[in-house]
């Protein structure tokens, strides 16, 4: 069972030959505010509102680099069936060496049912 916090693999909505790693935001039912104010962003979300309900059978991903990711903000939500798995331990960098942190950043968790 996904959880929020929880690092997947997945295919990319865009590209499904691409597998991607993102942390899971949301949940079906969940309310995000996407980020639209950036300029990787802005052209995608032009026309959406300012919170957007995840259906069900979906989530919402977002990288953990904040502003510099291909994410949900970018291509919106994701089928659950395009998840691989969850990521359970990193390799690299070897400063984070050691097992996942199921965890969503304070500045991300505030935009989640909001």
């Not at 942390?23 to 980020?35: Q, Y």
């Not at 995608?44 to 069900?56: A, E, K, M, V, Y």
């Given at each position: 069972m996904l959880k929020r916090g929880d690092v997947v693999t997945l295919h990319s909505p865009t590209?499904?030959?691409?597998?991607?790693?993102?942390?899971?935001?949301?949940?079906?039912?969940?309310?995000?505010?996407?980020?639209?104010?950036?300029?990787?962003?802005?052209?995608?979300?032009?026309?959406?509102?300012?919170?957007?309900?995840?259906?069900?059978?979906?989530?919402?991903?977002?990288?953990?680099?904040?502003?510099?990711?291909?994410?949900?903000n970018s291509f919106g939500y994701v089928p659950l069936g395009l998840v691989i798995g969850r990521a359970s331990f990193v390799v690299y960098p070897f400063s984070n060496f050691g097992p996942v942190k199921s965890r969503i950043p304070d500045w991300k968790r505030d935009r989640i049912n909001q």
């Open positions: 590209n499904p030959s691409d597998v991607l790693v993102k942390r899971i935001i949301g949940l079906p039912g969940d309310m995000i505010r996407p980020l639209k104010n950036t300029p990787q962003h802005a052209d995608n979300h032009q026309n959406l509102p300012d919170r957007l309900q995840i259906p069900s059978g979906h989530c919402w991903v977002e990288g953990d680099e904040g502003f510099h990711s291909i994410d949900s």
